[in-house]
């Protein structure tokens, strides 16, 4: 698996993060995560994803394969996949996300203690703190 991370970073001390809400429009996706923000603040972190065509939510667990390739444990929650990610290394059934891989659009995972997203943008994401 090959990742980049991306947007702001959070404490690298072990604490609790969740996503607590999302909304997709037309205008696109927007994440809301419950986090600790490099400072040590509880904070809440906004990744918006402008004509996101895809996106899967899973709980942690269900992701073992993504722990265990040790490229999550950087203090960032949004990392771009470059390789071996839901879109183009999990064994898929024969003509899934076939469009998506065709036009090859990026595929972005967010990661959480709790809940985690893969998202399918050709935009780049925005990521921001939104309270402090």
Request: proline letters at 2%; a negative charge; one cysteine or more.
């Amino acid at each position: 698996m090959e990742v980049s991370e991306f947007g702001p970073k959070h404490t690298l001390e072990r604490h609790e993060s969740d996503i607590f809400n999302i909304s997709y429009t037309r205008d696109g996706l927007t994440v809301l995560i419950d986090t600790v923000d490099d400072q040590g603040a509880r904070r809440d972190l906004k990744i918006y994803f402008e004509g996101a065509c895809g996106f899967r939510y899973l709980d942690e667990g269900d992701l073992t394969y993504y722990w265990q390739s040790e490229k999550f444990h950087s203090p960032y929650h949004l990392y771009k996949i470059i390789v071996g990610g839901w879109s183009n290394g999990e064994s898929i059934q024969q003509n899934t996300l076939s469009v998506s891989i065709a036009v090859e659009v990026s595929e972005w995972f967010i990661a959480t203690t709790n809940g985690c997203i893969s998202v399918l943008s050709n935009a780049l994401p925005a990521a921001e703190f939104v309270n402090t």
